[in-house]
């Protein structure tokens, strides 16, 4: 399978993360895990650029939308997924802070939805 680029994924449910990560794989993403927002931070520092980043919000230390409006002010536009299951109204003033290459998942969501999602923000 043809190597479709690096992806980042952040989230501190374990079972979420390697379902995603495993999603990705068979698609033919590189894919780097993280378990926080801070390790989300600190992997795209070290390692980046990633061609997109899967975020979900509520995580320790670091919440994910405070980790990526970190990421947005420093000038990084990498593609953005959010996925939560928290239905908080102040998520949507977070969504458009990150811009219109941010997609929000609302958990829980199919691995379609989630295919989908990337081929809207990664050609």
């Known amino acids: 399978m043809a190597d479709r680029g690096r992806v980042l994924i952040a989230d501190d449910d ?5 379902a995603v990560a495993d999603a990705l794989a068979r698609l ?22 990633f061609d997109l980043i899967i975020s979900d ?7 994910g939308l405070k980790a990526l409006r970190s990421m947005r002010t420093v000038g990084v536009a990498t593609p953005i997924i959010v996925m939560t299951g928290l239905r908080d109204q102040q998520i949507a003033t977070g969504m458009q802070a990150l811009g219109s290459n941010a997609i929000l998942l609302r958990k829980p969501f199919e691995l379609d939805e989630l295919e989908s999602a990337i081929a809207k923000l990664v050609p």
């Open 14 to 18: 374990p079972e979420m993360l390697a």
């Open 28 to 49: 033919g993403y590189r894919v780097a895990q993280v378990e926080s927002g801070a390790g989300l931070v600190d992997r795209l520092a070290s390692q980046g650029p």
């Open 57 to 63: 919000i509520s995580m320790p230390w670091m919440d």
